[in-house]
């Protein structure tokens, strides 16, 4: 490494003579790429007319992921905001910047079912089968989903389905409350634009998101809260996702119990 510093700087001298300079312009030595250092108008124009080669490399900052995050928030609710209809929303989540921090989703998954529903249910982040489909919940834990609501009546013509993501998170990891930040005002716009008469959250990441808490899912679910959307408010039930329920089958009962809540609500 010495010898190549030293070979660096014969290259430079030799520039140098080339150019024409043939006196130093001061006693000491300068820093003439410091950070901190304050050259001459001459010191500058030397510097001006080293070679980029043998110029110091500096090292890019690494950008911050929280102002990232609030950037990107930002963009998304200017966005959101100018979406007239569910086709333009769709649309502005596709172009949106954010899908670069999901490097290998392959399709947007919007939403299924009927977005004139009273009930609109938002899950977590999309899997491997609905990446695939660009359709939520069509994987084990939709085809369990879809045995839940026919258990209470229902089934996809009389509901309205879609995730807090709209990209599948790598590894078919949990989403990140920052991913769910980013994409929280593309799915407010998602509700005042459907205008469900009820929510239901599947799983924690969503109902922790929409109600703005820090509350486990245990706690959490089965007691009926509320948000504003709109100038509307909007009631919410919190309950289990299906492939929580598919991991662990004796949680089947909680959920069974919040199913006959939706019912019971649905009905009066």
């Known amino acids: 490494m010495e010898q190549e510093t030293k070979q660096a700087a014969r290259a430079l001298l030799a520039w140098y003579r080339e150019a024409g300079v043939d006196e130093a312009i001061g006693n000491d030595a300068a820093a003439l790429y410091a950070a901190d250092a304050a050259p001459s108008d001459a ?24 102002e990232d995050a609030a950037r990107l928030s930002g963009d998304a609710v200017a966005l959101a905001a100018a979406c007239g209809d569910l086709t333009a929303l769709k649309d502005a989540m ?44 069509v994987g084990r834990s939709g085809h369990l989903l879809d045995a839940m609501l026919k258990a209470i009546g229902l089934d996809r013509t009389s509901v309205y389905i879609t995730n807090i993501l709209p990209w599948r998170p790598m590894g078919n990891r949990t989403p990140t409350m920052q991913e769910g930040m980013i994409f929280l005002p593309f799915l407010l716009r998602h509700i005042e634009l459907s205008q469900p008469k009820i929510l239901m959250t599947l799983g924690g990441p969503a109902a922790k998101l ?57 009905g009066s």
């Open 94 to 137: 596709l172009a949106f910047e954010g899908k670069a921090h999901f490097p290998a989703a392959r399709n947007l998954v919007f939403a299924d079912g009927n977005p004139e529903a009273d009930v609109m249910l938002i899950g977590e982040a999309p899997g491997e089968q609905e990446d695939r489909q660009g359709l939520p919940f």
């Open 210 to 266: 929409l109600l703005d808490t820090t509350e486990g899912i245990m706690r959490m679910r089965g007691r009926w809260q509320e948000i504003n959307v709109a100038d509307r408010s909007i009631p919410v039930l919190p309950t289990l996702h299906p492939a929580y329920l598919l991991r662990t089958p004796l949680a089947k009962r909680e959920a069974w119990a919040d199913l006959l809540e939706l019912k019971q609500r649905l």
């Open 43 to 66: 010191m500058k124009k030397v510097a001006e007319l080293t070679p980029l080669s043998l110029r110091p490399r500096q090292s890019a900052k690494a950008p911050d992921p929280a």
